[in-house]
Every structure is written in C-alpha cells, then in structure tokens.
C-alpha cells in the first residue's frame, strides 16, 4: 500500500511538471490579459485611471454599431448552427452506411479543415466577386449582376462559408459517436419489428446526444471565428448585416479606444460561459437521466 502511494505520488509530480510549461503559458497569454481586460473595463483610462464602475458598459450597450454587431452575431449564431448541425448529421447518417465511394466521401468532406484560410477566401472571391463565376453564370442567363457582399446576400455568403468550414469537422465528432453505438441494439429492435424511423429516435439520436452536446458547443465556438473570413472578403466595415462582434473590437482596437473593447470582450466571454454552462448542465442531466 505504502509503494503505491508512492508510486501515485510520483506520477503526479511528474503529471505536474509536464502540466507546468503550459498552465503558465495559458496565465501568461489568456488569463492575466483577461483579467486586467475585466478591470480596464471598469476605469476610465488605462494609465492613471480611476474606477467608474458600470459606466463603460452602459456607454457600450447605448452604442447602435455594438447593438448592430451583437443582434448579428447572435443571428449568424441561432441561424447557422442548427443549420450546421442538421447538415453534418444528415451527411453522418449516410456516409455510416455502405454508400459508394464512402471513403472518397470522407475524405472530401475533411479538406476543409487542412486549407488555409486564404485559400478559402480566394475560392468565396472567385464565386461571389462582381466579375466572379456566379455572376457569369446569372449574366448567361440573363439575370443581372449582384454586388453578394454589399447586399443583404452577404449573411449568405457567410453562413455557407461557415458551413463549407467546419461541416467536415462536425461529420468525424458525427461519425466517432455513431460507430460507438452497438450493433446489438438495432438488432433488437428489428426483432421487434422497430421501422428506421423508430432506430433513428429511439436508439440513434438517443446514444448520440452526448457527442451532440459537444458538437453544439464546438459549433457556437467556431461561430465566433468567422470574422477571419469576414474580415478578409469584406474588410473593416462589411455590409450592415455581417457587421459582427469582432468587427466592432477590432474597430475599437484600431481606434485605441480600449474601454469599450475591454467591455465588449468581457460581455461577449460572458455570454459564451453562460451558453458553455448551460450546455454542461443540460448534459449532466441528461446523463443521470439515462443512469
């Protein structure tokens, strides 16, 4: 008993010393940052300042460009994620079957995790630019020309970029939690005489609702990096409707106006902790649920 405590110590000193070189680089770059971001949010100046309470966000919350970019990336959120997630399990439930070239399939549907950004947007800008091939092929038709970015199409064109991104992503997360489920129990219900609709609720969806949880949460996580595409087909101030929150802090950056990006931060990692946590939760209960 002795030498297995020990032994157990051990392994966690040395756990620990493995663990070190990255907590401190995570307090160095993530959490110290933040935590003077969340107390520059409170002052009036950065250098020198005095505190001024909620002052600062309520400044924030006055201001109709972070009202515009809050309303749209919380539109973008609720619209493009379920969207995503019907997509990707739609295409999971296929490629687990014996379809033809299923392995072509999968590995397609993987590519866009590995191309570079650029690339992606030079791909959007060859499809969607004024002389690009969609207008060419309305222009054959005699359809007139559409500026895509400069119009009210544009939220489109960014809710199919997201979805283009990270559908392959969500199809392996798919496809791990649909290869876990055992083949006895879809046995079973087909001696029971259960249809593929009743599979499907009652054994699929059932089984796979843990990786659904997590594949929601990596979903609304990766809504918020879709500025990087945004920004770089549409620049700093896009179309009113893909103007999102990291539009308006790196704007606020840009014009060293730090409180309002320190506030607008702090609300925007407020509001993903409250969905994290309400994600978490629900997953909990789900699992004593089904104990």
Same mark, same amino acid.
């Given at each position: 008993?002795?030498?297995?405590?020990?032994? $157990?110590?051990?392994?966690?000193?040395?756990?620990?010393?493995?663990?070190?070189?990255?907590?401190?680089?995570?307090?160095?770059?993530?959490?110290?940052?933040? @935590?003077?971001?969340?107390?520059?949010? $409170?002052?009036?100046?950065?250098?020198?300042?005095?505190?001024?309470?909620?002052?600062?966000?309520?400044?924030?919350? &006055?201001?109709?460009?972070?009202?515009?970019?809050?309303?749209?990336?919380?539109?973008?959120?609720?619209?493009?994620?379920?969207?995503?997630?019907?997509?990707?399990?739609?295409?999971?439930?296929?490629?687990?079957?014996?379809?033809?070239?299923?392995? =072509?399939?999968?590995? &397609?549907?993987? $590519?866009?995790?590995?191309?570079?950004? @650029?690339?992606?947007?030079?791909? =959007?800008?060859?499809?969607?630019? =004024?002389?690009?091939?969609?207008?060419? =092929?309305?222009?054959?038709?005699?359809?007139?020309?559409?500026?895509?970015?400069?119009?009210?199409?544009?939220?489109?064109?960014?809710? &199919?970029?997201?979805?283009?991104?990270?559908?392959?992503?969500?199809?392996?997360?798919?496809? @791990?939690?649909?290869?876990?489920?055992?083949r006895d129990y879809y046995e079973t219900a087909e001696l029971e005489g259960a249809g593929s609709f009743r599979k499907l609720t009652n054994i699929t969806l059932v089984?796979?609702?843990?990786?659904?949880?997590?594949?929601?949460?990596?979903?609304?996580?990766?809504?918020?990096?879709?500025?990087?595409?945004?920004? $770089?087909?549409?620049?700093?101030?896009?179309?009113?409707?893909?103007?999102?929150?990291?539009?308006?802090?790196?704007?606020?950056?840009?014009?060293?106006?730090?409180?309002?990006?320190? @506030?607008?931060?702090?609300?925007?990692?407020?509001?993903?902790?409250?969905?994290?946590?309400?994600?978490?939760?629900?997953?909990?209960?789900?699992?004593?649920?089904?104990?």
């Open positions: 008993m002795i030498v297995l405590q020990h032994l $157990l110590r051990k392994q966690s000193v040395v756990a620990i010393g493995f663990l070190t070189p990255s907590l401190v680089g995570f307090a160095i770059f993530y959490l110290i940052p933040f @935590a003077m971001g969340v107390i520059y949010s $409170l002052m009036d100046r950065t250098v020198g300042g005095s505190f001024v309470g909620l002052a600062n966000y309520k400044e924030l919350l &006055a201001s109709d460009s972070f009202r515009k970019a809050a309303a749209n990336t919380m539109l973008f959120t609720v619209v493009s994620v379920p969207l995503l997630l019907l997509v990707s399990l739609l295409l999971a439930l296929l490629l687990n079957q014996n379809v033809f070239l299923r392995k =072509w399939l999968r590995t &397609a549907y993987v $590519l866009p995790l590995v191309v570079p950004v @650029a690339s992606i947007i030079m791909i =959007w800008q060859i499809l969607f630019d =004024w002389n690009g091939a969609l207008n060419g =092929w309305l222009h054959s038709f005699g359809l007139e020309r559409m500026d895509w970015m400069k119009s009210e199409w544009a939220i489109g064109v960014i809710s &199919a970029a997201y979805l283009w991104k990270n559908v392959g992503y969500n199809i392996i997360l798919f496809l @791990a939690g649909l290869q876990g489920i055992p089984y796979l609702t843990p990786t659904l949880f997590f594949v929601v949460l990596m979903s609304i996580i990766n809504s918020f990096k879709i500025f990087r595409e945004t920004y $770089l087909i549409a620049g700093d101030y896009p179309h009113d409707s893909i103007y999102m929150m990291q539009h308006y802090m790196n704007n606020m950056f840009f014009s060293l106006d730090v409180q309002k990006l320190t @506030a607008g931060a702090t609300l925007m990692v407020a509001c993903i902790l409250i969905l994290v946590l309400g994600m978490l939760t629900l997953e909990c209960q789900f699992r004593r649920f089904m104990e």
